[in-house]
């Protein structure tokens, strides 16, 4: 049971890593990760979304069709992506204010579905929730990750305004790595986020294949 | 046989669509209030900062009016007023910037001279465009205590067109669009001004379902 749980983790981190190894969930991969707070924020709200989705699945996975389930499936992210967003604006506004916008696109974001069809649709309740749990932390770690390196390049600060959204204990993680006017402003802007994914996606495989790993995951190679 | 198979299913969908529903009008309920509080929050608070406290004693947003501005689109004046008389006002004003338009709210005292301007949403250049907003500089400061008349109207353009206001180094198109949304809101308050002075004047110039929806 524990080595189950383990495999869930590991592959919800490192191995089969919803941004580096899949390459799911690009939208928010490139729009959100200007900065490493929003990075952070938006994968912790998909996250939240995630677990809730696929706990709730893995739970009534009997009672779900082959035949409707892509339908129910889609019915029980967008619930959960709309109580994310109706508690978040009254909340946990000022996160809301940041992200608002983007919320809604949790619904669009194949991460999440692909997770319900792959791992919680054919598994009970608890391995379910700790597969959405992991991945969306995986997820979150990506985001922050791009969001660090797109943020200390283009503005040369790291987790600026993160006490803006997570409340003034977090005013010590705000830092400035570089004087003022120094970023590369593309960074910042779209083109940084496709540069910033992929030089990560190599690092990623460059230390699996060190690892001795052999390197199978269809995701990257489709893309390729 | 495969008409039940398909009833079964439809009703299966059903459920969840009608258990899911359930779920989400109760945290509707349960939000709707906070998230009411919160929007009114943030709009005392974008109109705090252009209309000070001290010279008002009333609430923003109740005395506010509809009325329609140059382009003809409508827009809520909030009106500030002391012992009964007017001392200021507040309204969106829009420019046109590098990337689409640009919003902001603009006070001015009774007399038409300006008591700030913020820029409330706008999608410029990070590092370029975004000097307007008061967190990344004190640009936007300079047009405190300016009117119509101060500079004149002809000044009331960037260095290089001709103007008395500096353009970013970099970005000219986003303090033109700025300059413009301000004079436009400007000259809108000299057309407009015993309108919006006029106390007795009914809550709305339109009528009333458009106003309620402006305020939603």
Redesign the interface.
């Known amino acids: 049971m524990t080595t189950q749980y383990k495999t869930i983790a590991k592959d919800g981190l490192w191995e089969n890593n919803g941004v580096f190894a899949m390459l799911l969930g690009m939208c928010p991969a490139m729009a959100m990760t ?1 900065t490493a707070t929003n990075g952070l924020g938006m994968g912790l709200a998909t996250a939240a979304v995630m677990a809730a989705s696929s706990m709730l699945v893995g739970m ?1 996975r009997n ?3 082959q ?2 389930r892509i ?2 499936f889609i ?2 992210v967008a ?1 959960m992506t ?2 994310v967003d ?2 978040m ?3 946990m ?1 000022e996160l809301y ?1 940041v992200l608002g916008m983007f919320i809604p696109l949790i619904v669009s974001n194949c991460l999440p579905l692909a997770r319900l069809e792959a791992f919680a649709g054919k598994n009970s309740t608890l391995p379910s929730l700790a597969d959405g749990l992991f991945m969306g932390i995986g997820f979150t770690i990506a985001l922050t990750m791009i969001g660090a390196v797109r943020e200390i390049v ?2 040369g600060t790291l987790f600026a305004d993160a006490s803006l959204l997570f409340g003034p204990a977090f005013k010590a993680m705000e830092m400035r790595l570089l004087p003022e006017d120094t ?1 590369i ?1 593309m960074m ?2 779209p083109p940084g986020g496709f540069l910033t994914l992929g030089l990560l996606v190599v690092g990623k495989r460059i230390l699996d294949v060190r690892a001795g790993k052999e390197i199978q995951m269809g995701g990257a190679h489709s893309a390729a | 046989m495969k008409k039940q198979l398909t009833l ?2 439809g009703l ?2 059903g459920a ?2 009608l258990g ?1 529903g359930i ?2 009008a109760a ?2 309920f ?2 709707k209030e ?2 009411a509080t ?1 929007a009114l ?2 709009r005392l608070n974008s109109l705090g900062q252009v209309i000070p406290d001290s010279i008002h004693d009333n609430n923003l947003v109740e005395g506010a009016i509809i009325m329609k501005n140059q382009r003809d689109k409508e827009i809520t004046v909030y009106r500030a007023t002391k012992d009964g008389k007017a001392t200021g006002f507040a309204y969106e004003v829009y420019g046109t910037g590098y990337a689409g338009q640009m919003k902001l709210m603009l006070g001015l005292d009774a007399q038409g001279k300006i008591l700030g301007v913020r820029v409330l949403a706008h999608k410029e ?4 465009g975004d000097k307007m907003e008061v967190k990344k500089s004190d640009w936007i400061l300079r047009f405190d205590g300016l009117s119509l008349g101060n500079p004149p109207v002809e000044k009331w353009k960037v260095k290089k067109d001709g103007g008395q206001f500096d353009q970013f180094t970099g970005a000219t198109i986003t303090p033109r669009g700025v300059v413009d949304a301000i004079r436009s809101g400007l000259e809108l308050f000299a057309a407009h001004q015993d309108q919006m002075m006029d106390m007795n004047a009914p809550k709305q110039l339109t009528n009333g379902a458009e106003a309620k929806k402006e305020g939603h």
Do not use: M
Request: charged letters at 15%; proline letters at 4%; aromatic letters at 8%.
């Open positions: 200007g009534f009672q779900i069709t035949e409707v339908p129910v019915l029980v619930s709309t109580l109706l508690s604006n009254a909340w506004h204010k283009g503005s970023g402003l910042i802007l | 079964g299913h299966i969908l969840f669509c899911f779920v989400l945290t509707d349960a939000t906070d998230i919160r929050e943030d250049t990070p590092g370029l």
